[in-house]
């Protein structure tokens, strides 16, 4: 018979990291180009950090600039597509990247932050248990949609260094 010691090391847990002012810098308007997608320092080493500590880290971000037309599918995937190739070259990986591409002027929708459809979505696709899992975002929508889908919410200064963060919370050593 397992002990419960036991069950907790074999619960798959995520680290749910917003994308903008967590990871790429926030500039204060949305981020068109891939000229402008800024990854912040010491981010590489974060994902790196968590992965190493049992964590499956998934982006969860709102990108309602596509529904504005200000950019597309196509160039979010190249922004994404750079994410990964700088993660990768640090030797690490985001297990998922999800987003809503809705703008709350153009209609509701379940996917947008604070919704919680995303995290539960990505949550369900990895096999990750919401209860052991946090959400690290630089805005209130991100710690409520954590908390919607069950999720431990933490709220970090934009652009702030992620790894401090995670070492704060205990999610690395």
């Known amino acids: 018979m397992r002990c419960y010691a036991d069950m907790l090391r074999e619960m798959k ?101 604070p919704g919680s459809l995303l995290l539960e979505r990505a949550a369900a696709r990895h096999g990750t248990d919401p209860a052991f899992s946090i959400m690290i975002g630089d805005k209130q929508r991100d710690v409520e949609a954590a908390m919607a889908a069950g999720v431990r919410g933490v709220l970090m200064d934009a652009n702030s260094s992620l790894l401090d963060q995670l070492r704060f919370e205990r999610v690395i050593p």
């Not at 308007?29 to 000229?35: I, M």
């Not at 998934?58 to 995937?77: M, R």
């Not at 070259?89 to 153009?106: F, M, R, S």
């Open 13 to 113: 847990r995520a680290l749910f990291l917003d994308r903008d002012g967590v990871i790429n810098r926030e500039r204060g308007a949305h981020t068109v180009r891939l000229e402008e997608f800024e990854i912040l320092p010491g981010v590489p080493e974060a994902v790196s950090a968590a992965n190493a500590a049992g964590w499956t880290v998934i982006v969860i971000t709102n990108q309602s600039g596509i529904d504005l037309g200000l950019y597309d599918h196509a160039a979010l995937d190249r922004m994404h597509g750079y994410l990964h190739d700088v993660l990768q070259a640090n030797g690490t990986h985001v297990a998922d990247i999800l987003y809503c591409p809705h703008h709350p002027t153009k209609g509701r929708c379940l996917c947008r932050k």
